[in-house]
């Protein structure tokens, strides 16, 4: 390698429309190879998936605008002594202080895979003690019935976003 070659490290981000066109033309210009493509995102089978129906009742939407959903940022996980079910998280919300939740998602979960991922809460739901400890919130997770055995998904989202963004 010689100490005057250039490399450079290229970061996804938004472009306009035709913007990867121009930029493979550029590149073919200055002799480099265009990027690669994406790999192809794995096929998912969802014939046997079951959700639940959608509420037929309508929510205005000064209702709705009364829930604070933020980003939170996993930054300590456990499993709470003498439950089968529940997770004890402590989250940063973009506050400054530290927020505990509980969530009954330990049949899904190991709490050491949950550390440092950025997940979505309800924030402003009155605090609720369970087994002796205050959870202040709700984490957010996608359920449904796969061949009669309930599925979840705790909802995590990309970890550039920054703990305490709103989500509208």
Known sequence: MKSDEIYSVCFPTMKSQGAAKN?????????????????????????????????????DFETFSKSDFRAVKVLACEAVEKSKKLLQFTLDDGTGVN?????????????????????????NLPPRAMMGIESNGMLISAVHQEEGEEKLHLLMVDDHIPAGAKLY
């Open 99 to 123: 927020r505990t939740i509980l969530s009954g998602i330990h049949a899904y979960y190991e709490p050491e895979e949950l550390v440092g991922k950025t997940c979505i809460a309800i924030t």
């Open 23 to 59: 930029e493979a033309n550029n590149a073919a210009q200055a002799g480099l190879s265009a990027p690669a493509a994406a790999p192809e995102a794995e096929k998912i089978d969802f014939s046997r998936v079951e959700i639940e129906p959608l509420f037929q009742d309508f929510v």
